[in-house]
C-alpha cells in the first residue's frame, strides 16, 4: 500500500506537538500498519496488538450498551498506550512516556484523527466487520450449584437411592 505523504506529515507534526511521544501508529481496524512514526517499536507488532485490543474494547462497550467505541486508554507503569479510532476503517495508536499530559495526548490525538479521516476516506476501503450479538431482554443467570451438604435431607436420599 502506497503511504500518502500528508499521512506521513500529519504523524510527524504530532510527534512535535508531543514530545512525550515514543511512538504512533496508524493502522487498519484489522491490523496492517497504513504508516507509522515509531523508532524504537515494532509497527506490525503494535497493529496487531492494537487490533486485538479494539476488538475487546468494542465488545466491552457494547456489553453495557454504551455505542461505538470512539477511543481506549492503557495506563501502564511507565506510560500511557492510547487508541483512536479514525472513522470505521482504521486505528491510530500512540505509546507516550508517564510524563504526558493526558489531556494534551488525547485533544492532540482527536486533532490529528479529524485531519487524517479525509485521507482514510479515500486511501483504504470500507471494511465489514461481523455484528456483535446483541441479547435482547434481561440477561439470563448464570447456573447457580447447590453445595449437597446445603440441601434438604430428602434431596440427599433422592441422589443417594
Do not use: K, W
Not at 511512538?23 to 500498519?33: E, I, P, Q, W
Not at 479521516?117 to 447447590?146: D, N
Request: net charge negative; aromatic share 2%.
Amino acid at each position: 500500500m502506497t503511504v500518502d505523504p500528508a499521512v506521513l506529515e500529519e504523524l510527524g507534526h504530532l510527534r512535535t506537538r508531543l514530545p512525550e511521544l515514543s511512538g504512533s501508529v496508524l493502522a487498519t481496524t484489522d491490523g496492517m500498519v497504513v504508516a507509522h512514526d515509531a523508532h524504537r517499536i515494532e509497527p506490525d507488532s503494535l497493529a496487531a496488538l492494537a487490533a486485538a485490543h479494539l476488538a475487546l474494547a468494542r465488545r466491552f462497550a457494547h456489553a453495557v450498551d454504551h455505542g461505538e467505541l470512539r477511543e481506549s486508554v492503557v495506563e501502564c507503569e511507565r506510560g500511557y498506550i492510547t487508541s483512536y479510532m479514525a472513522g470505521q476503517v482504521a486505528l491510530l495508536t500512540l505509546v507516550t512516556s508517564g510524563s504526558a499530559n493526558l489531556a494534551m495526548v488525547h485533544l492532540e490525538a482527536r486533532r490529528c484523527v479529524q485531519r487524517l479521516m479525509p485521507m482514510l476516506a479515500e486511501a483504504l476501503p470500507p471494511v465489514t466487520r461481523p455484528e456483535i450479538p446483541v441479547q435482547s431482554g434481561p440477561a439470563t443467570p448464570l447456573a447457580r450449584r447447590t453445595p449437597m451438604a446445603t440441601l434438604p435431607t430428602s434431596v440427599h436420599q433422592q441422589a443417594a437411592g
